[in-house]
């Protein structure tokens, strides 16, 4: 039985990963931001361990991790946001861009920094920087400026934090978890929240050190950066 730490599992995928590894057995630590995500959460996942805090609020999320005693195996940063409606590079919501860029990109550095020495006390300490394939600098396309950049700079701190880490035996990844059918990915979507938080869950076990500072989708299959 592994401690799973799931940053931002109010609704989502967060909140299918808290549900699949609670309904195994797992133990599941477990953060939302509101009383409705507290709520979710618990409904979904009755046996986890419940945290609050917003992640641009850094000195609640290090309260936070002062009420974890044990060693956590998995940390999953997996809170975000999609930002403003008006994001392309002619014409940017600055102010919705920098709230954006605190969601999604510094928001998993806090988490990992305030639990960070916990995940260096497992034995096997593993870290899945829930990104997006819109953050490969090598794919086209000019929708969604600011979330692509968002992600674009994540994926270069969870590069840093592998590196970082490395010879702390900390294996970190950056994760694309599909284009998945919920409220952020919307009823398009192809790929149903069930079958996408498995294939994480199952990555996430077979993850060694030499994995570390790899880019993958919910399949294992590479992305380039």
Known sequence: MS???IAGASRGIGLEAARQLAARGERVTASVRSAAGL?????AAPQANTLQFDVRDELAIRAAAEQVLDPIDVLIANAGAYGPQRQSSLDMDFEGALDLLSVNTLGPLRVVQAFLPLVKRSARPRIIMMTSRLGSMSL???SNVAYRVSKAGLNKIAQCLAADLKDDGV???AMHPGRVRT???GPN???DVGDSVAGIIQ???SLTLADTRRYLDYRGE???W
Do not use: R
């Open 189 to 191: 979507a192809t790929l």
């Open 3 to 5: 401690h799973w730490l």
């Open 171 to 173: 294996v970190v990844v």
């Open 183 to 185: 409220e952020m990915g």
């Open 140 to 142: 086209d396309g000019t």
């Open 222 to 224: 590479d992305i380039p």
């Open 203 to 205: 990555i996430a076990e």
């Open 39 to 43: 709520a979710a959460l618990k409904a």
